[in-house]
Each structure stands twice: as structure tokens, then as C-alpha cells.
């Protein structure tokens, strides 16, 4: 169930106060931020955001098509290293 709408989206204060920060002295700087479940808003746009993913700051360039998505959803937090070979001689 999505978020209602009356309330809004979610963005985590400091993150926004940053990003207004820097879109009026027109700066691009990587701002580091934990909050993966802050949504995309369009004033984000352009920015360099590093998403914490549990080990380390993935930075994510922002554009106009990640507007309404979660900063979460593009800092992947697990490690896919494929499926088990198929080992047939280990099996007879």
C-alpha cells in the first residue's frame, strides 16, 4: 500500500536543506546520505546523490526519469554472484 497522499512524499530534511542549498549557489557537489527511503523529488535533479547500501556510498546521478522513485531502489544492498555450477562428476 502506497503512501497517502495528503501527507505527501518522504524527504529526509538535512538531504533536502542540502540540495536547496547547493540549487541556490548553482553547485554540484556528491552529497553522502543514509536515507534510502527518501523519495525523488524534481529539485534533486541533476545532483550526485551516494546512497549508503550497508557497506559503502554508491553515488547515483539523479535524472528527470528517477522523479517519484526511492534513492533505495538504485543502491542495490546484496551481492548477486550467479547460481551454483552444475558439477557432474561431483555427483556420481
Known amino acids: 500500500?502506497?503512501?497517502?497522499?495528503?501527507?505527501?512524499p518522504?524527504?529526509?530534511?538535512?538531504?533536502?536543506?542540502?540540495?536547496?542549498?547547493?540549487n541556490a549557489?548553482?553547485?554540484?557537489?556528491?552529497i553522502k546520505t543514509w536515507a534510502r527511503a527518501c523519495t525523488i523529488i524534481p529539485q534533486m535533479v541533476g545532483h550526485t546523490i551516494a546512497v549508503y547500501n550497508g557497506k559503502q556510498h554508491v553515488?547515483?546521478?539523479?535524472?528527470?526519469?528517477?522523479?517519484?522513485?526511492?534513492?533505495?531502489?538504485?543502491?542495490p544492498t546484496r551481492t548477486f554472484r550467479g547460481h551454483a555450477k552444475s558439477d557432474k562428476k561431483a555427483r556420481r
Do not use: N
Open 10 to 22: 518522504y524527504v529526509d530534511d538535512k538531504l533536502l536543506q542540502k540540495i536547496e542549498k547547493l
Open 59 to 75: 553515488p547515483i546521478f539523479i535524472s528527470d526519469q528517477m522523479v517519484g522513485h526511492k534513492l533505495g531502489e538504485f543502491a
Open 1 to 8: 500500500m502506497g503512501r497517502s497522499l495528503k501527507k505527501g
Open 25 to 30: 549557489a548553482d553547485k554540484k557537489e556528491v
